[in-house]
């Protein structure tokens, strides 16, 4: 039997045993071994962008690879990254520039990307059409909100330097997830912290508002989105497990891309809170972010991008510290073509 992580709970396997074919009964397969039991947390809240872990789960991709698995709500990359190197969970969408960010500022996430979620970033601020905001300069004398630990926030700095924002003028408030686009509808911030891909459920909000994308790909480039995590303990304890899950996770997210509609209704049988076509719209959006150029696989990240986004980060002065791609990242365990 394979041995895994003490985080992870296995079920005792009760052998069973089959008469001898002289008796005349027919032989019996053999136990199968128990799914390996695994926590997910979302990159951020139950929004359409999260919904093709739901799609792996009911479409079965998770079952056929061996794998039970419980989705729970996550609430930013900074508390997902405490979430896995603490043992409360065993995967997550974590964004890669707030872990390069970590990392270089000298604390260890305790965790490594094993395959890219999104290509390209989708950091950006968000806000409406009579803000008076249309250009990154705008935001000067403007109130932000955003969760405390988002990586917009851990962004911002950088984001700042390279488009000339004097960042003491931009005034940051702490929301929950759920409180993000009701509080720009209503007038309590000037701007939200939001993925590009939130548009359509920020629009829903602001009851069909124009909605103004400032992306913070557009300025701070070679980064790539979420990135899938996993305690580095994990991934050097049971590289099978990790390699399985990847597997049908990705599988989920194509399928999702694909089927935006189909993947939104799987979300709101799960979370019934969610707005269908928000989501959809959400899943739409996010397609292009997800495929890889080329013929290389979905989850593709190469050492040489990685190398270029820390070199990035460093010349804006975001951090200071050595970080090389191998210590955030665990090729061997990249999707292979």
């Given at each position: ?11 005792a396997?009760?052998a069973t045993f ?5 008796c005349?009964?027919?032989q019996?397969?053999?136990?199968r071994?128990?799914?390996d039991r695994v926590t997910?947390v979302?990159g951020?809240g139950m ?13 079965g991709?998770?079952?056929?690879a061996g794998?039970?698995?419980s989705v729970?709500?996550?609430t930013?990359s900074g508390?997902?990254?405490a ?11 974590i964004d890669?520039?707030?872990m390069l960010?970590?990392a270089g500022s ?6 490594v990307?094993?395959?890219a979620?999104h290509q390209r970033?989708?950091?950006?601020l968000?806000?409406l ?16 909100g ?11 700095p ?5 488009t000339g ?5 931009v005034?940051?408030?702490s929301l929950?997830?759920?409180q993000?686009?009701?509080n ?9 912290g ?5 548009q359509p459920?920020v629009?829903?909000a ?7 994308v ?6 701070i ?8 995590n996993?305690?580095?303990?994990l991934a ?7 390699k399985?899950?990847?597997?049908a ?7 999702a891309v694909e089927?935006p509609q189909?993947?939104?209704?799987i979300?709101l049988?799960?979370?019934p809170?969610?707005?269908a076509?928000a989501?959809a719209?959400e899943l739409?959006?996010m397609?292009?972010?997800?495929r ?9 990240m190469s050492?040489e991008r990685v190398?270029r986004a ?8 975001a951090f200071?510290?050595?970080?090389t791609p ?8 990249l999707?292979k073509?």
């Amino acid at each position: 039997m394979r041995r895994l992580p003490r985080v992870i709970t296995i079920t005792a396997i009760v052998a069973t045993f089959s008469l001898p074919a002289a008796c005349g009964s027919a032989q019996k397969e053999p136990a199968r071994p128990a799914a390996d039991r695994v926590t997910y947390v979302t990159g951020f809240g139950m929004f359409g962008r999260e919904a093709y872990v739901y799609v792996a789960q009911d479409k079965g991709y998770f079952r056929e690879a061996g794998i039970e698995v419980s989705v729970q709500p996550g609430t930013g990359s900074g508390e997902n990254m405490a979430a896995l190197a603490g043992g409360r969970a065993h995967f997550s969408p974590i964004d890669f520039t707030a872990m390069l960010l970590t990392a270089g500022s000298g604390r260890q996430t305790g965790t490594v990307a094993v395959a890219a979620i999104h290509q390209r970033t989708l950091a950006a601020l968000m806000t409406l059409g009579d803000s008076g905001i249309s250009k990154p300069k705008d935001l000067e004398g403007k109130t932000v909100g955003d969760t405390a630990t988002s990586v917009i926030a851990m962004m911002f700095p950088t984001y700042a330097k390279l488009t000339g924002i004097d960042r003491d003028k931009v005034k940051w408030v702490s929301l929950q997830p759920t409180q993000l686009a009701a509080n720009l509808a209503s007038g309590q911030v000037d701007a939200i912290g939001q993925y590009v891909v939130g548009q359509p459920t920020v629009r829903n909000a602001a009851k069909g508002e124009q909605v103004t994308v400032l992306p913070f790909g557009d300025v701070i480039t070679d980064m790539y989105g979420s990135a899938l995590n996993t305690s580095a303990k994990l991934a050097s304890s049971d590289p099978d497990l990790v390699k399985r899950f990847t597997t049908a996770l990705l599988r989920g997210l194509a399928y999702a891309v694909e089927h935006p509609q189909e993947a939104a209704r799987i979300l709101l049988a799960h979370q019934p809170a969610q707005n269908a076509e928000a989501a959809a719209a959400e899943l739409t959006l996010m397609a292009p972010y997800v495929r890889p150029a080329g013929s290389d696989p979905m989850g593709t990240m190469s050492r040489e991008r990685v190398e270029r986004a820390i070199t990035v980060l460093r010349t804006a002065g975001a951090f200071q510290g050595q970080v090389t791609p191998e210590s955030v990242v665990s090729f061997d365990l990249l999707p292979k073509g």
